[in-house]
């Protein structure tokens, strides 16, 4: 996903921060994606970049992919559409509550995202990959675009892959039900591949219900509503919002709105490299992404490279990089 096309000024996370079990509230901005989807921008955020490893959350829809078009969408088009396009040093994380979408990648991956399936694409050096709503594609599409940073061990070691759940592990609870992601919550672990210590988890918990979610006291975490409300504490986040809930606990209780709630749970060791993020890159230094930035428009020139294969199958132009800022990328704190 051409996740921070519209969005060109750096963000960068400067290490781990060292504060005991917060909770804030982060509310989301509007964002414009690729031609035709508009998304919440939860992460990074002005006052929290990242949540362990993960260090991008989009959430869109959901939308009625039979209504009129507004003036962002191009005729013809309708849903996701996201040309080609690169990342570095990181995971994509697909999660689909409503609708279908393509994915094709520059290693050779060709499948549909469907609600309820895992699908995680890692980088290594440099990937390229479209996402394109179909015209037979279900009338909704609601999910969520995730990024998780990859480690200084593995970023530039672990080769371009794409991996897909169908049946993913969930985690029974009185009153709700957790279908995990990534990592382990409360003794069930997910089978999808991760650098860091993470987690990741779809939870449900029905209406009025409160929950004690099991937490791992060495991470940090937050809770992404997709739908009805939550309440933990003094923070009560509603849909399209983030709730952030600091290290050093080992459960939280959560109790569900009377139309019951849906969310995110994404946590984490806190991640304590150095990382600069602009356009779909993430590096190491303001040299590092002006680089991988020459090495996509290069490849586009030639029809792919070394680094950046074409997409096999996409019937289309890739996307051009934006221009870089006049400014050298600087590190900025993990939060404000």
């Known amino acids: ?13 400067d290490g781990a921060d060292a504060e005991g079990p917060v909770q804030e509230l982060l509310e989301p901005r509007q964002v414009v994606l690729g031609r035709t989807t508009k998304v919440r921008r939860l992460l990074p955020n002005k006052n929290r970049r990242m949540v362990g490893a993960w260090c991008f959350a989009d959430h869109y829809g959901p939308d009625d992919l039979t209504a009129r078009v507004d003036s962002y969408d191009v005729p013809g088009e309708r849903g996701m559409f996201v040309p080609p396009h690169p990342h570095t040093s990181l995971q994509t994380v697909s999660w689909l509550i409503e609708g279908e979408i393509e994915h094709r990648d520059s290693a050779g991956s060709h499948a549909m995202v469907r609600p309820g399936e895992l699908n995680i694409m890692t980088s290594g050096p440099g990937i390229a990959h479209s996402e394109i709503s179909l015209p037979s594609a279900p009338p909704m599409l609601h999910g969520v675009q995730l990024w998780v940073a990859l480690p200084e061990s593995a970023r530039n070691t672990v080769p371009p892959a794409f991996n897909a759940y169908a049946d993913l592990p969930v985690l029974e609870l009185d009153g709700a039900r957790a279908k995990v992601m990534v990592g382990t919550v409360g003794g069930v672990t997910s089978p999808a591949p991760a650098y860091t210590p993470l987690v990741g988890a779809d939870v449900t918990i029905e209406p009025g219900r409160t929950v004690a979610v099991p937490l791992t006291p060495e991470f940090e975490y937050a809770v992404l509503v997709v739908d009805g409300s939550v309440s933990a504490g003094q923070v009560a986040p509603g849909f399209g919002e983030m709730a952030y ?21 994404l946590g984490g060791e806190p991640f304590d490299e150095q990382l600069v993020m602009w356009w779909n890159f993430i590096g190491r230094s303001h040299e590092e992404v002006v ?46």
Do not use: H, Q
């Open 1 to 13: 996903m051409s996740d921070l096309e519209n969005d060109p000024a750096e963000v960068v996370c």
């Open 245 to 265: 809930f600091g290290a050093g606990r080992d459960a939280i209780e959560l109790t569900a709105g009377a139309d019951g709630a849906r969310f995110v749970l």
């Open 291 to 336: 680089a991988a930035r020459n090495d996509w428009m290069a490849s586009i020139e030639a029809g792919g490279s070394a680094r950046f294969p074409a997409v096999p199958g996409y019937d289309g132009a890739p996307l051009p990089a934006p221009p870089l800022p006049g400014t050298r990328l600087k590190p900025r704190p993990r939060a404000r």
